[in-house]
C-alpha cells in the first residue's frame, strides 16, 4: 500500500484505492454518516499527514463510532483548499511534514477567515514541551503524541469538534439575531419616517384648508376695497394728490392680493391654467429679470439639457416660483456667489416617497449661499417661517413653491447644509404634446360697450362696485343676489349678451351647476366666473373645468372690462 523513495524519504507513492476502500470499510468518509445517528452531532475528522499508515492507524482508530466522517490529505499544500470543500469540524496536523511542518500549516488556517477558528490538533513523535509551547503560541488547540489510547483520541476528537460547533451555532444565533435587530431598527427607522411624513402631511393639508378659507375671505374684502378705489380714482380725475392716495392705497391692495394668492398656491386652492411649455424657453425668457433680481453681485448660470422635455404647468404660476427660488438665493448669498439653474429629464423606473413611477421634467436650482440648519430646513415649507429679519420677508415664498408643485402632480425637496450652500429640485410630469405654434396672444384694448351684463353675486357690496364700475364702460347693468334670482330674470324672458357670476354663493345653484341652467335658457350668453377661491366648484384638483373663464379676485376695473370684451367680440 505504501512504498518509499530510498533516495529521498519525503517522495512516496500511495495506492489511494486501497486507503479509500480500508476508509470506506470502517465506515469512515460517507457522507450518509452525518444524519446515521439521530440527534447526534457529527465529527468531521480532517487528517493532514504525510505518511499515509497514519491515516490506516487513524482510521482502525475511528472504527465503529457512525458519528464521525475521515478525510485524508497526504499534501500540505492542499490541505487548505480540502478544508474549504470538507468543512471539517476538527483537524489533526502533523507536525513534520516535507512541504510545510506542521506550525506553518496552523498559521495558514488561522490567516484564513473561513478556518481561522477551526480546532487543530498537533500530532508529533516527540513529548516535547518546546513543541507544545510553540504550537498553541501558533494556534495549536491541543497536542497529542502519536499514538495515543484509542478512546482518549475518540474523547479528544468529540470534545472539540462538540465546542467548535457549538461556538459555531451561538455565533451564527448571534448573526441571526443581529440581523433580526438590524432589520428590525431599519422597519423601526422606516415607520417613524413613515409617521414623520404622513404627520407632515397632515398638518400642511390641516394648515393649507385653513389658510384657503382665509384667502377667500380675505380676497372678498380686498374686492370691495379695490372697488372703491377704483371708482373714487375715477372721479378724483381733477386731483392729482387724491390720485396719488388712492394708487398708493390700491398698490396696498395689490400687497394684500399677492399675499392672498400665496396663501392659495400653498393650499393647493390655486385655479391653475396649465399649458405646454418648454422649461428652457420659459428661463431664457426670464432672464433678464432673473439678473435684476439678484443684482450686480452674484453670477447666474442657465443650463438646459439639449433634449430637454416639454410639461404642462401654469407657466405664470411656474414663473412666479422660480423668481422666489431666486431671491431667496440672493439672500442667502449676499454680494457674491453663484446661482445655478438647471434643466434635465428624469425617469424613475420605481416608485419612491412623493413620486411615482413616470417621465417628469427636472428644474435644479443650487446657491452658494450660507445654507441652512437642520431645524430650519424641516421648517422650510412651511407657511409664515422665515429666518429673515421682520418686515423682509412673509414667509410664504417656499411654502407657495411646495402647494403649486404639488398641485400640478410634481415633487420638490432641499438639499441644504449650513455653511455649504442650498440646492432645490422641483419634479414636474412630463407631456408628449408638443408646443402651441402661432402668433403670442395681444392684449385687448380696453374698451367699454352697450351690451347688457348680468352680474351675480352675493356680498352686496362687491355686486354694487362691480356693476358701478361696469356701467362706467357704458354696459347695461342686471344684478341678481343668487343663482336662483339671475335663473328667474333668464326664466321671465330677460335677454343677457354675458354673465358674471361669483363662483361660491349660497344656495344649490353655483358653479358649473349654474352655467348649465343659465346655458339652457340663454345658449347664447357668455359666462364669466370670479372668485377668491374656487375649488370643488369650478375648479377640480387645482384645474379649471374645460370651457369656463375664471378671473380671480381681486380684480380691476380694467382687468375685467378687458376680459368682458374678449370675450364678447371672440
Given amino acids: 500500500m505504501l512504498w518509499f523513495d530510498s533516495a529521498d524519504p519525503s517522495l512516496y507513492w500511495v495506492r489511494s484505492d486501497d486507503l479509500k476502500a480500508a476508509i470506506s470499510e470502517n465506515g469512515l468518509g460517507n457522507e450518509s454518516n452525518m444524519h446515521c445517528v439521530l440527534g447526534q452531532q457529527q465529527t468531521k475528522v480532517l487528517l493532514i499527514d504525510d505518511q499515509v499508515i497514519v491515516a490506516e ?6 472504527h465503529g463510532q457512525p458519528d464521525f466522517s475521515l478525510d485524508y ?3 500540505a499544500k492542499q490541505a487548505l483548499d480540502n478544508a474549504l470543500l470538507f468543512k471539517p469540524t476538527v483537524v489533526l496536523v502533523d507536525l513534520k511534514m516535507p512541504a510545510i511542518d506542521g506550525f506553518g500549516l496552523i498559521r495558514l488556517f488561522r490567516n484564513h477567515p473561513e478556518t481561522r477558528q477551526l480546532p487543530i490538533i498537533l500530532l508529533s513523535s516527540e513529548e516535547s514541551p518546546e513543541n507544545k509551547v510553540q504550537g498553541f503560541s501558533v494556534g495549536a488547540n491541543d497536542y497529542l503524541v502519536k499514538w495515543p489510547n484509542k478512546l482518549e483520541l475518540v474523547a479528544r476528537l468529540r470534545y472539540h469538534s462538540s465546542a467548535h460547533i457549538a461556538h459555531r451555532e451561538r455565533d451564527d444565533a448571534y448573526l441571526s439575531l443581529h440581523r433580526s435587530q438590524q432589520e428590525l431598527l431599519a422597519r423601526t427607522r422606516e415607520l417613524a419616517q413613515s409617521h414623520a411624513a404622513l404627520h407632515h402631511a397632515q398638518k400642511m393639508e390641516a394648515v393649507g384648508k385653513l389658510t384657503g378659507g382665509v384667502a377667500h375671505d380675505f380676497n372678498n374684502v380686498l374686492q370691495i376695497i379695490s372697488g372703491h378705489l ?7 380725475a381733477d386731483s ?20 392672498a394668492s400665496q396663501l392659495l398656491a400653498f393650499a393647493r386652492r390655486h ?5 405646454v411649455i418648454h422649461p428652457g424657453d420659459l ?4 432672464t433678464e429679470l432673473l439678473k435684476r433680481a439678484l443684482g450686480d453681485g452674484p453670477e447666474l448660470d442657465i443650463r438646459v439639457a439639449d433634449d430637454q422635455w416639454n410639461t404642462l404647468v401654469d407657466p405664470n404660476q411656474l414663473e412666479s416660483v422660480i423668481l422666489n427660488l431666486v431671491l431667496n438665493a440672493r439672500d442667502a448669498m449676499g454680494s457674491r456667489g453663484r446661482l445655478l439653474i438647471a434643466t434635465d429629464n428624469l425617469r424613475v423606473e420605481t416608485a419612491q416617497p412623493g413620486l411615482d413611477s413616470g417621465e417628469y421634467v427636472r428644474i435644479t436650482v443650487s446657491d452658494t449661499g450660507m445654507g441652512m440648519p437642520p431645524d430650519v430646513l424641516d421648517r422650510a415649507f412651511e407657511p409664515f417661517f422665515t429666518t429673515k429679519p421682520d418686515g423682509q420677508g412673509t414667509g410664504l415664498g417656499l411654502s407657495m413653491a411646495y402647494g403649486f408643485v404639488k398641485q400640478s402632480g410634481g415633487h420638490i425637496d432641499i438639499d441644504s447644509r449650513f455653511g455649504h450652500g442650498t440646492t432645490l429640485r422641483i419634479v414636474l410630469p412630463r407631456t408628449r404634446q408638443l408646443l402651441p405654434v402661432g402668433a403670442a396672444d395681444v392684449e385687448p384694448a380696453i374698451a367699454g360697450g352697450t351690451e347688457t351684463v348680468l352680474v ?13 364700475l361696469l ?46 341652467e343659465i346655458r339652457k335658457l340663454a345658449p347664447a350668453a357668455r359666462i364669466l366666473f370670479a372668485s377668491g377661491y374656487a375649488e370643488g366648484t369650478l375648479v377640480h384638483d387645482g384645474k379649471l373645468e374645460p370651457g369656463f373663464c375664471l378671473l380671480s379676485k381681486p380684480y380691476s376695473g380694467l382687468t375685467l372690462a378687458r376680459q368682458i370684451r374678449h370675450m364678447l367680440d371672440a
Fill in 57 to 62: 492507524m487513524i482510521s482502525d482508530m475511528l
Fill in 271 to 275: 385655479p391653475l391654467q396649465p399649458a
Fill in 73 to 75: 490529505v497526504p499534501d
Fill in 471 to 516: 356701467g362706467r364702460y357704458g354696459y347695461r347693468i342686471l344684478q341678481a343676489e343668487d343663482g336662483a334670482a339671475a335663473l328667474r330674470l333668464l326664466t321671465d324672458g330677460t335677454e343677457v349678451d354675458l354673465v358674471f357670476s361669483d363662483v361660491v354663493m349660497p344656495g344649490k345653484l353655483r358653479g358649473v351647476e349654474l352655467a348649465r
Fill in 240 to 259: 392729482p394728490v387724491m390720485r396719488d392716495r388712492i394708487t398708493a392705497a390700491l398698490d396696498g391692495v395689490g400687497r394684500g392680493a399677492k399675499l
Fill in 230 to 236: 377704483q371708482l373714487l380714482m375715477l372721479d378724483a
Fill in 283 to 286: 428661463l431664457h425668457g426670464m
Fill in 456 to 468: 351675480i353675486e352675493d356680498e352686496e357690496q362687491v355686486r354694487r362696485t362691480t356693476c358701478e
